[in-house]
């Protein structure tokens, strides 16, 4: 079973910026890949980011520009640098990984953009 646990969301004022990371209980972290979705509560859950194996990565039109998707293959980790936060991000964030088609999802960490 995959274990993924996200922390450093907060309270952070627009125009802020917030580091997330992502830490995966999974010995071959390093061969699947890993995304950010988030959901605000009545709206669907939403894709933000992606990086796959190569490093490679896709983001949503919304944060393009914006976020920045990385991974720490050594540590299991992968993190979502975003900076520039609008209120519209805020939004529980969650970490994916995939693994033979399967989703696996973390708990969730809550990022709150408002003045």
């Known amino acids: 079973q995959v274990q993924l646990v996200e922390s450093g969301g907060g309270l952070v004022q627009p125009g802020g910026s917030l580091r997330l990371s992502c830490v995966a209980s999974?010995?071959?972290?390093?061969?699947?890949?890993m995304a950010w979705y988030r959901q605000a509560p009545g709206k669907q859950r939403d894709f933000v980011a992606k990086?796959?194996?190569?490093?490679?990565?896709n983001y949503a039109d919304s944060v393009k520009g914006r976020f920045t998707i990385s991974r720490d293959n050594a540590e299991n980790t992968v993190y979502l640098q975003m900076n520039s936060l609008k209120p519209e991000d805020t939004a529980i964030y969650y970490c994916?990984?995939?693994?033979?088609?399967?989703?696996?999802w973390g708990q969730g960490t809550q990022v709150t953009v408002s003045a």
């Open positions: 994916n990984l995939r693994k033979y088609s399967i989703n696996y």
């Open positions: 999974e010995s071959i972290f390093r061969m699947y890949a």
């Open positions: 990086i796959y194996p190569d490093s490679s990565v």
